[in-house]
């Protein structure tokens, strides 16, 4: 939870620095007009936090879930000398996990880690924002009214005597003498009701200016991204993502009447490039979500891919032979462990879950029988074992054969994304035909309203001609 807190520390400040960055590109350009330079500043803090605000979303669930080593670019080795191998997975609780005196870190998968961040980005970053929005304009109130205030007793202090003379430069009083004229010529009578106009449009003044839509946009455009592409993860995200913004609906109303100056109006015939942000993110979320459903979590794979690749649902007992060293050899070493006659090369579905079994992560690899003493997590079965000379479980036939079916397991997990994701696809494009943007009553309306109007054009032309 720690570190979520940390990357959503680290996503709110480097967002604030992108918009920047943003804003000084955009001048740069000098569009000629309003509208292009919304539309460009959008796509450029779009491009930053996406990379930013995703980044370590798709960092856990499609590199640290598969156990891909990026930081031996780094020099970052483990003990043993090998590049590190960040994973996702829990401290070993059990016996068969116990290294010596230590507990392994058992891999697992990367669904509740995902979940955590996304529960940070959802709950805390929204609270983080808000607190930011209400305490900065608090902020620079208080401090303008303390200079005005300083400014005033300073004013005090140095008053000069009634009869000292007082020099005042000449551009104070060329306009005090325009003033004292307009006055004159304008006859204006300053009333009580005109004092506490002034006063009250003076202490308007000393609030921060307001900073408009813009960023209120932002963050509800990257909370979509969120719910769309991760919500598998986390399940509860658009309950969380409502709760969040009937707060910060009620926390805008007072920042907008107490906290910041009266907006100045700004027209405007649409949401701009929001709205094509928001389409490519619908679009980019049907792949993402099923690409999180098949390779951050093992589901899929232990309960569809593998018993739909298997020939067999169970295992059954068919070495024969236990004397001989040849029939011993062919039992693989989950049965051994558990008293079976289970060959390996049973094409089973428990044979094929056992390929991608950890050693020190089931019971029947424990770790202080197969793993190195230096070992602090748990390893791969078909890599650090079946595969590696340096084991005790190595067997090379064991081996090939295993990673023949981790091809075969991996293959079937493309062929559900792609199914799946065309499958989504479809349903998204149906809905969009048979639900239109704009009701059939709307259309007819707006219909009705440019043949009247074309009419009315007409009507004038003809009264114009006569």
Known sequence: ????????????????????????????????????????????????????????????????????????????????????KDMCGTLGAEDFSRHGDNQLFVRGDCMDELGTLMLSHLVIKPCIENFIQLAVPWAKTRLAEHKRKRRRAKGIEVQPAPNAKKRIPLAERVKAQQLAEREEELGEIVTEASHDLVAKISDELLLPASGGTFDEFRTKVLQFGYVSMFSVAFPMGAIAATLTNIMELKLDAYKFVFATRRPSYEGADGIGNWKVVLRAYSWIALVINVLVVAYSTNSVRDYLIIPATAELAQCEDVVNDIGSG????????????????????????????????????????????????????????????????????????????????????????????????????????????????KPAWVRKNEARSSVMKERLSQERLRQQSR
Request: proline letters at 4%; aromatic letters at 14%; a negative charge.
């Open 1 to 84: 939870m720690l570190g979520s807190l940390l990357i959503t520390g680290q996503v709110v400040a480097l967002n604030s620095a992108y918009k920047k960055l943003a804003i000084y590109l955009t001048d740069v350009e000098n569009q000629r007009i309003e509208t292009a330079y919304e539309d460009s500043l959008i796509l450029k803090v779009t491009l930053f936090q996406f990379c930013n605000s995703y980044f370590a979303l798709f960092y856990i669930a499609f590199v640290k879930a598969q156990g891909f080593s990026i930081f031996d670019a780094f020099g970052a080795n483990d003990r043993r000398g090998r590049p590190y």
């Open 326 to 437: 040849v029939g011993h050899s062919l039992i693989s070493d989950e049965a051994r462990y558990f008293g079976r006659t289970t060959a390996w090369q049973s094409s089973c579905a428990p044979n094929y879950r056992n390929c991608f079994a950890d050693i020190g992560g089931v019971p029947w690899l424990p770790a202080n029988t197969y793993l190195h003493y230096h070992e602090e997590a748990s390893r791969p079965y078909m890599d650090e074992g079946l595969c590696s000379a340096e084991s005790s479980l190595y067997n090379p036939a064991h081996c090939a054969l295993c990673r023949h079916r981790s091809a075969e397991v991996y293959l079937g997990l493309a062929w559900f994304v792609m199914i799946m994701e065309h499958m989504l696809i479809l349903l998204k494009m149906s809905v969009l035909v048979a639900i239109p943007n």
